[in-house]
């Protein structure tokens, strides 16, 4: 199964002398000089797009009127399907991995798999322990796309199995070879227990396990279920490339979503936002000047219809890796921010599948709500008191299953500290510093806040503007409010207000007063931090409200 190299040179319309390998001399990813002259009718649009422009104002302000996001009528922060195929948090950080405390991990409404992934190839390569992972969501979609990117990884060419994986993760068209590889390597495994199961109940559990030399998967799912994964590894009749981009393009560019697009825009550094607006238009995680020719297929595994895009407008990628190694990654092309991940994703699922072959793993995936599974654990012949690390995503807030309910259905499943005193349960509040801000005075602290606020973002000069309040300085200055609330201070008082520590000693856990595995705050901008620090967590999407709580398991607390 060939795949795109990433030397292919970048003219799409190069002739048959093109060398197609690029040249350490020539700038990007062009095989020559002469090939970028050739190529630059294309490409110069693209880097010379308004959006690039330091001076760039939002749509809005150029017509001097109110953005659609402030006033009085209906407000509509998200467009399109409320789905999270790629989560909604960045990544744990890879330096989270302990192999003296870690053996076994369950991950309870896990989204997509990178924490999974992340975990495994951040694994020494001298580990000798057998790692057993167990992979649970409620959502059908994200089940059946963790099913066939963990089937893809063992059953592809390893030589090209990272780049597959990446654009069946993330990218809106596929190559037609990769289309192949699925349908003749994953599609006929899960079309065998379709098979098997065809006069079974709807409702019944069903499991397959595959063995795959040093790497077992056991995925347990209501024949329902079953079916679907095996639709998503069909194209939908009728839908071609064109279409395939329509629809998507329906969502991510509807036109009544303009202001929302344009303030997400503001922002962003302006090198960055062409890069995001090329992502909104087709789709495709490549590096910026990467030729698309082959791109040609739509991914099945996002095309279930062919008239819905599944995700929300401002569902991206980038959201869901860490920024900082993002960027590292694009240093040689600062800008290129979809290259960067391109480079990141693709090197940790390089490691990931190598990892499966030396490392004895074994995944178990699971659909079924977070409350019922301890059940289905006892199914899998998994016993109570098993795991070394459980994350749960921010199912702890109220909007989902609250503190009291994830505490008592997760302590049960953490080994104990005589087993293993390191064994963890880690959640991650979204809400928390949030609702206790609920309430308070508007004009609380807000002096100060103000003040830090206009260190980084300098505010214009009130003449220049002519009495108008909507331009891009004051949307951004109001927006970076946020990242200086006092998260330490709100979020003591959600403590108190939810009797959260209480909850926790009632479920036989106590909350670690210092974090050993994730950051407490990992987003949060650190006091003096200097302007680029600032550039980045405020582009990042990232708002610094996000805390990670780690438990552990004290039953003295009980008595």
């Not at 951004?476 to 946020?482: F, I, K, P, R």
Request: hydrophobic share 35%.
């Amino acid at each position: 199964m060939a795949l795109i190299s990433h030397s292919t040179c970048a003219n799409a319309n190069a002739d048959a002398e093109c060398n197609s390998k690029h040249s350490t001399d020539a700038p990007g990813i062009y095989c020559s000089r002469d090939c970028q002259l050739k190529d630059s009718s294309r490409h110069g649009l693209e880097c010379k797009s308004p959006l690039s422009k330091p001076g760039w104002k939002p749509s809005w302000e150029f017509d001097r009127r109110t953005p659609a996001f402030v006033g009085d009528g209906e407000i509509q922060e998200a467009h399109g399907v409320q789905k999270f195929l790629w989560g909604n948090i960045p990544a744990l950080d890879k330096s989270i991995v302990d192999p003296v405390e870690f053996t076994s991990l369950t991950v309870s409404a896990s989204g997509d798999l990178r924490n999974v992934v992340q975990t495994v190839a951040g694994l020494p390569r001298d580990f000798s322990k057998r790692c057993e992972i167990f992979v649970n969501d409620k959502d059908e979609d994200i089940v059946a796309r963790n099913v066939i990117i963990l089937l893809a990884a063992r059953c592809f060419d390893p030589s090209t199995v990272p780049e597959a994986l990446l654009h069946i993760w993330y990218s809106a068209l596929i190559p037609t070879s990769v289309l192949g590889g699925l349908q003749e390597k994953v599609l006929p495994l899960v079309q065998d227990v379709c098979n098997k199961i065809e006069g079974k109940g709807n409702d019944l559990l069903l499991s397959k396990t595959w063995n795959f030399s040093t790497c077992t998967i056991r995925v347990m799912l209501k024949k329902r279920q079953w079916n679907h994964v095996l639709q998503y590894l069909h194209v939908p009749v009728g839908l071609d490339t064109v279409q395939a981009l329509k629809v998507r393009k329906a969502t991510t560019l509807a036109p009544h979503r303009i202001d929302y697009l344009h303030r997400s825009y503001c922002s962003q550094p302006s090198g960055w936002r062409a890069a995001r607006q090329k992502f909104r238009e087709d789709g495709l995680l490549l590096p910026f000047g990467a030729s698309r020719t082959e791109f040609r297929t739509p991914n099945p595994t996002f095309f279930q219809t062919e008239d819905t895009w599944p995700m929300t407008d401002s569902s991206d990628p980038l959201d869901t890796w860490p920024m900082k190694d993002i960027i590292e990654q694009a240093k040689s092309t600062k800008n290129d921010l979809y290259g960067g991940l391109h480079r990141h994703v693709a090197n940790i699922l390089g490691e990931f599948c190598a990892k499966l072959v030396t490392l004895e793993t074994k995944f178990h995936v699971t659909q079924v709500d977070a409350m019922d599974l301890a059940k289905t654990l006892d199914l899998s012949g998994k016993p109570e008191s098993s795991f070394d690390r459980i994350e749960v995503s921010n199912i702890i807030d109220y909007c989902h299953l609250g503190p009291q309910r994830t505490l008592d259905t997760f302590s049960k499943l953490l080994r104990p500290p005589e087993v293993n005193p390191h064994a963890t349960l880690i959640t991650l509040s979204l809400n928390a510093v949030q609702e206790a801000n609920m309430g308070e005075p508007a004009m609380e602290n807000i002096r100060d806040r103000l003040l830090q606020v206009a260190r980084y973002v300098p505010r214009p000069n009130r003449s220049q503007l002519g009495g108008y309040k909507y331009s891009k300085p004051n949307i951004n200055g109001m927006s970076a409010l946020t990242l200086f609330m006092d998260f330490d201070g709100l979020f003591e008082k959600y403590k108190k207000a939810t009797n959260l520590l209480d909850l926790g000693k009632k479920s036989g856990l106590k909350l670690k007063p210092t974090n050993t595995i994730v950051e407490a705050w990992p987003y949060r901008l650190r006091p003096n931090a200097s302007q680029e620090d600032f550039d980045v967590l405020f582009a990042s999407g990232q708002t610094g409200c996000e805390r990670y709580m780690e438990w552990a398991r004290d039953e003295s607390l009980k008595k």
